[in-house]
């Protein structure tokens, strides 16, 4: 007649409860890829702890885990910097094009500015000139007229002081 021991039966079925649970994190963690690990962590965490609490050496476990998590954490960071290398180079490379454009377009805004100005003070210099060119005429008018009169008084003086000629 054999004799029931249940303590070595709950323990039978408590090593045979971790080790499928082992397996189900050794299978998950086998069929998952590193893009989706950190949904995992939690999950895998969760099982080691309850492992954990039934006495059972989980050391290997959590190494093998851990070691994923590591690795899938260095993946992602490592693939973070390669996307940010990848996004910031072209972008850059923009920002010294979209610079050089704005210069351009500042320098020819620039230019017109200038062109704008100078042809509205175009006007303003004509009138000048034609003011000065006017006044010029009339101080040559006076001149003339000066002239002329004295000329006239050359001969009028000319005939009374020589009336024979």
Do not use: W
Request: hydrophobic fraction near 40%; proline fraction near 2%.
């Amino acid at each position: 007649m054999s004799v029931c021991n249940g303590k070595k039966v709950i323990l039978d079925a408590q090593k045979d409860f971790i080790s499928a649970l082992s397996n189900v994190i050794k299978g998950k963690l086998s069929r998952s890829e590193v893009d989706s690990a950190s949904s995992l962590r939690d999950e895998i965490q969760v099982i080691i702890k309850e492992m954990d609490y039934k006495d059972v050496d989980v050391s290997p476990l959590k190494k093998l885990s851990n070691s994923f998590f590591d690795f899938a954490a260095s993946y992602d960071q490592a693939r973070s910097t390669l996307h940010d290398m990848d996004v910031e180079s072209p972008r850059k490379e923009l920002f010294v094009v979209l610079g050089e454009r704005l210069t351009n377009v500042m320098f020819e805004e620039q230019d017109k500015v200038e062109e704008v100005s100078s042809l509205r003070q175009s006007p303003d210099n004509i009138k000048k000139e034609i003011r000065a060119l006017c006044k010029r005429v009339q101080d040559l008018k006076f001149l003339l007229n000066t002239a002329e009169d004295e000329v006239e008084g050359a001969k009028l003086s000319n005939l009374i002081f020589n009336p024979g000629i």
